[in-house]
C-alpha cells in the first residue's frame, strides 16, 4: 500500500486548496465557464429538497432558532451547528445546509477557490474512469434539470473528483466516491465542496480515507463491526444472518456512499449527511446495523438462505424512519464503544479466515483425489463450500456473481 504519512505543513493549507484551483483561460462558450457554474449553484434553480405544506412543529421552532444563529454565526460555537445537525430534522433544508455544512468540518471562507477547468484535469490518468462514473450518477442530479445545466454539472462533479487525488496522489479513487461527491456539490456549490471533500477524504479521522487505500481490507474490516452491533441489540437476529451466511457485501454500497447509492428519496440523504459530518467516522456502520435492527421481523420471516438474504437486505425500501435509525444508531454507539467490539470483530475474522483455509484445503484434497478421474470443475473452486452445493448451486452462482460485480463496482483498480 502507499504511504499515507502527512503531507507538508504547507501542501495541507489551501494553498491548503492543493493548488490546483487554476485559474481558466478557456473559451467563455465552455461548459466549465464562470457563468455556468454561478448559473447551477443558484439554490432556486438547483433546489433538490422538499417543501412540506405541513411542518412538525419542533422543527418550525428550529428553523426559527438556525436563521437566529445564522444572522450572526461568528457568535455560534461548533457544539451548536453539531446540535442542530443530530437533533431532529437535521439542518431542514439545503438552504441552511449550504452554509453550515461546512462550518461543521472547519472550512475557512479562503479555502472556497475557483475551480480549474475540466481541460485542465484530463491528462489525470483516472480522468475516464472518473467520467464514466459521473455519466453513470444520473439519478443524483435534480429531475428536470436542463440538458445544458446537467452537463454543466457533471463537468463539475468531474473537476470536483480530479482535484481531492490530485491533490492527494496517494489516495486511491473508489466508485462510488462521485455518490458522496455529487452530494456535496449539489448542496454546497463547487467552491465550498472541493475543501469540504478533501476533510472527508484525507487526515487521521476523515471518514472516506479508509476506502481510499491500495486495498479494500481496511473497508472490510470496518464493516465487520456491523454483526457484532447488531448482535448487543438483538441476539436472535444475529444468529439468523449468521446462519444464512450473508455476511456484510449487502451493506458496501451503504457504507462507501454514506447510503447516497442506495437511497432514492434525496431528503434521506442529505439528512443522513447532516448527522454523518459530525459525528465519528465508524458511526455509518452503526446506522447500517441499527437500519437492519429495524428491519428485524423480515430478516427473520426470511429463509436462512445467502442468496435470498442478500436479496431482501440489500433492497431498501423507501419509506424507513431514518429519525427513529438515527435515535438506534446514537443509543448503540454511546453502550458500544467500537474499542469494546474490537474482540467480537478479531474473533469473526479469526473464524472468516479458517473457514476460507478449510475451504482450500477441501477443495485440493478434492481435486488430489480425481486426478485419474472426470476433470474438476475448476469454475467452482473459488466459492466457499455453501455455494458448491448440487441443489443451489444456480442460485449461488448467481449470486456471488452478484457480490463480485458490487466488489468490482467499488474497486475497479484491483482487477485493472
Not at 87 to 108: C, F, H, M, N, Q
Not at 233 to 239: F, I, K, Q, S, V
Not at 337 to 365: N, S, T
Amino acid at each position: 500500500m502507499e504511504s499515507n504519512s502527512p503531507d507538508a505543513e504547507s501542501g495541507d493549507k489551501c494553498a491548503i486548496n492543493g493548488d490546483c484551483s487554476l485559474t481558466s483561460n478557456k473559451d467563455s462558450n465552455g461548459l466549465n465557464h464562470a457563468k455556468n457554474i454561478d448559473d447551477i449553484s443558484t439554490p432556486s434553480e438547483l433546489k433538490f429538497d422538499e417543501d412540506f405544506e405541513f411542518e412538525d412543529s419542533d422543527v418550525t421552532e428550529k428553523r426559527k432558532e438556525l436563521e437566529k444563529c445564522l444572522s450572526n454565526p461568528d457568535v455560534v460555537n461548533l457544539e451548536q451547528w453539531v446540535h442542530f445537525a443530530k437533533s431532529k430534522g437535521g439542518l431542514i433544508s439545503d438552504e441552511y445546509r449550504r452554509k453550515i455544512w461546512p462550518l461543521l468540518v472547519g472550512v475557512t471562507q479562503e479555502e472556497m477557490t475557483v475551480p480549474p477547468s475540466l481541460d485542465e484535469l484530463s491528462t489525470h490518468p483516472e480522468y475516464n474512469q472518473v467520467v464514466l462514473d459521473v455519466n453513470r450518477s444520473l439519478k443524483r442530479f435534480p429531475p428536470g434539470i436542463p440538458y445544458e445545466q446537467r452537463v454543466a454539472l457533471q463537468d463539475q462533479l468531474t473537476v470536483l473528483i480530479l482535484r481531492v487525488i490530485i491533490k492527494y496522489p496517494h489516495l486511491k479513487y473508489y466508485q462510488g466516491y462521485h455518490d458522496v461527491a455529487i452530494t456535496l456539490l449539489l448542496v454546497c456549490g463547487d467552491k465550498a465542496s472541493f475543501p469540504l471533500l478533501c476533510r472527508l477524504s484525507y487526515g487521521p479521522n476523515a471518514p472516506l480515507a479508509p476506502f481510499m487505500q491500495a486495498t479494500m481490507k481496511p473497508t472490510q474490516h470496518l464493516l465487520n463491526y456491523m454483526l457484532p452491533i447488531i448482535r448487543r441489540g438483538d441476539d436472535r437476529l444475529a444468529e439468523c444472518l449468521e446462519k444464512s451466511g450473508v455476511g456484510t457485501m449487502f451493506a458496501l454500497p451503504w457504507y462507501l456512499t454514506w447510503f447516497g447509492h442506495s437511497l432514492n428519496r434525496y431528503t434521506d440523504v442529505v439528512r443522513l449527511y447532516d448527522y454523518f459530518l459530525c459525528a465519528p467516522p465508524l458511526f455509518p456502520v452503526y446506522v447500517t446495523a441499527a437500519l437492519v435492527l429495524h428491519r428485524a421481523p423480515d430478516v427473520l420471516a426470511c429463509d436462512a438462505d445467502m442468496a435470498m438474504m442478500h436479496c431482501l437486505l440489500s433492497r431498501l425500501p423507501d419509506d424507513l424512519p431514518f429519525e427513529d435509525i438515527l435515535v438506534t444508531a446514537k443509543k448503540l454507539y454511546e453502550e458500544n464503544d467500537p474499542i469494546d467490539l474490537d474482540g467480537e470483530v478479531a474473533a469473526l475474522e479469526k473464524r472468516e479466515e479458517e473457514q476460507r483455509r478449510l475451504d482450500e484445503e477441501r477443495m485440493r484434497r478434492r481435486a488430489a483425489g480425481r486426478a485419474g478421474g472426470r476433470p474438476v470443475a475448476r469454475g467452482w473452486s473459488y466459492l466457499p463450500v455453501v455455494l458448491r452445493r448440487p441443489g443451489p448451486r444456480r442460485a449461488a452462482f448467481a449470486l456471488a456473481a452478484a457480490l463480485l460485480a458490487v466488489y468490482v463496482y467499488y474497486r475497479p483498480d484491483l482487477f485493472r
